[in-house]
C-alpha cells in the first residue's frame, strides 16, 4: 500500500509565502519521480514542478520565478516553496509519486488528496 500526503497549504495574502509538503509512505521498492500540480477552480488540472530520483528538477515558466522545489530523496518526500503569491495561485496543489511497488514490476503514478492554496486579500 502507497500513502501520497501534501500538507501546507492554508490562506496567504497576495505577495505572502507558502511551502507545500509531500510525503510518500508505505511498502514500495522505490519511489521515482515526484511532482507537484495544481487545479483551480473551471479549469484542467496543470503541472508546476516535479522532482526525479537522480536529482534533476523542473519548474513550469509560469512560476519558475517564485517557487522552488526540492526533494529528499531518503525521506521520499518533496517540498514546493511558493514565494511572492498571487490570486491567481489559489488552487487545489496535488503531489504525485511515481512508485515501483515492487523491483519486478512498472512504475505506476499514486496521487494524493491534495491541499488547498487560497491567495487573498
Known amino acids: 500500500q502507497v500513502q501520497v500526503v501534501e500538507s501546507g497549504g492554508g490562506l496567504v495574502q497576495p505577495g505572502g509565502s507558502l511551502k507545500l509538503s509531500c510525503v510518500a509512505s508505505g511498502t514500495f521498492f522505490m519511489v521515482h519521480a515526484m511532482g507537484w500540480y495544481r487545479q483551480a477552480p473551471g479549469k484542467e488540472r496543470e503541472w508546476v514542478a516535479g522532482g526525479t530520483s537522480s536529482g534533476t528538477s523542473s519548474v513550469a515558466d509560469s512560476v519558475k520565478d517564485r517557487f522552488t522545489i526540492s526533494r529528499d530523496n531518503g525521506k521520499n518526500t518533496i517540498w514546493l516553496q511558493m514565494n511572492n503569491l498571487k490570486p491567481e495561485d489559489t488552487a487545489v496543489y496535488y503531489c504525485?509519486?511515481?512508485?515501483?511497488?515492487?523491483?519486478?514490476?512498472?512504475?505506476?503514478?499514486?496521487w494524493g488528496q491534495g491541499t488547498q492554496v487560497t491567495v487573498s486579500s
Open positions: 504525485k509519486a511515481g512508485v515501483r511497488v515492487r523491483l519486478q514490476e512498472n512504475t505506476r503514478d499514486f
